[in-house]
Nanobody, 124 residues
Framework: QVQLVESGGGLVQAGGSLRLSCAPS????????MGWFRQAPGKEREFVAV????????YYADSAKGRFTISRDNAKNTMYLQMNNLKPEDTASYYC?????????????????WGQGTQVTVSS
């Protein structure tokens, strides 16, 4: 099992920045990739970004490209999502996810571990 603990959400004005953190614990050697998803009220959970744990290759949703950066700190065993130039449409609950196998990185069903979620609210 892998446990994921997120932090870093909050309220920010449009154009501002936030950094989300996700710290995995447990059987972390089994992690193949880790990603961020978000879900706004009444909407489906959507892919934001992913990082392959071994190669550190990264992939982004079109909505995140150029504004968000996913990264990992090996020493701290922590993944980050740096979000810049935030927009009101970025308002959602953000979830950290981990997968122990290769799959469609943009599909929530490809991830077998999830964090509890952290709220990001961007005011206009």
């Amino acid at each position: 099992q892998v446990q994921l603990v997120e932090s870093g959400g909050g309220l920010v004005q449009a154009g501002g920045s936030l950094r989300l953190s996700c710290a995995p614990s447990g059987r972390t050697f089994s992690i193949y990739s880790m990603g961020w998803f978000r879900q706004a009220p009444g909407k489906e959970r959507e892919f934001v970004a992913v990082i392959r744990w071994g190669s550190s290759s990264t992939y982004y949703a079109d909505s995140a490209k150029g504004r968000f950066t996913i990264s990992r700190d090996n020493a701290k065993n922590t993944m980050y999502l740096q979000m810049n130039n935030l927009k009101p449409e970025d308002t959602a609950s953000y979830y950290c996810a981990a997968s122990s196998y290769s799959g469609n990185y943009y599909a929530p069903g490809s991830y077998n571990y999830w964090g509890q979620g952290t709220q990001v609210t961007v005011s206009s």
